[in-house]
């Protein structure tokens, strides 16, 4: 007997710098995209849906790709598998957007990106894992996002199956 398949919900920023993200799970083989929500015309081949609310609604689990506004609690805790999130900050250091251009301002040695269960707050909730890397003296705003933005994919990579076997916490895998 093969496995159910589970519901997966995306939320996209319609920044292309995302598509290599959606190639990826539309190659998955143990989910369905169910449901996908975007504000870029280039992407609504696939299940595409009309509110956040329709996302949660079709499905077990929900992965924010850049998504531009905060979810309301009641909606975070009606998804089974919870909304996961991909910040490009480490360990959630910068809220918002931006946070590229912050850490360069900010003189910081490392940046990195963050994979964390969303709460009722902004950039904020449990850390699945989170990843540096150094900042080069020639890093620039956006060269340095497009270092977080590769990081973050490998994060989901790294992470997915414990996502969706429903493990929220390192210990849980003992």
């Not at 989910?31 to 929500?37: K, S």
């Not at 950039?123 to 956006?142: L, M």
């Not at 497009?146 to 390192?170: A, C, E, H, V």
Request: proline share 1%; with cysteine; net charge neutral.
């Amino acid at each position: 007997m093969s496995k159910a398949l589970i519901n997966c919900g995306l939320l996209v920023n319609g920044a292309d710098y995302f598509e290599p993200y959606v190639d990826w799970f539309k190659q998955q083989q143990n989910i369905n995209i169910a449901a996908f929500y975007t504000n870029n015309n280039k992407f609504n081949h696939i299940n595409s849906v009309d509110s956040l609310e329709e996302v949660v609604a079709l499905s077990d689990v929900v992965f924010s790709l850049g998504y531009w506004k905060i979810i309301p609690k009641t909606l975070i805790d009606s998804v089974k598998l919870g909304i996961i999130n991909i910040h490009h900050s480490y360990e959630l250091k910068y809220k918002g957007r931006h946070c590229a251009t912050w850490a360069i301002q900010n003189g910081d040695k490392v940046h990195g990106s963050t994979l964390h269960y969303i709460d009722e707050n902004l950039d904020e909730g449990v850390i699945i894992d989170t990843k540096a890397c150094k900042i080069n003296k020639n890093d620039t705003a956006y060269s340095l996002f497009m270092k977080t933005n590769n990081i973050g994919l490998q994060l989901i990579q790294n992470n997915f199956n414990k996502i969706l076997s429903g493990k929220r916490s390192k210990t849980e895998d003992n």
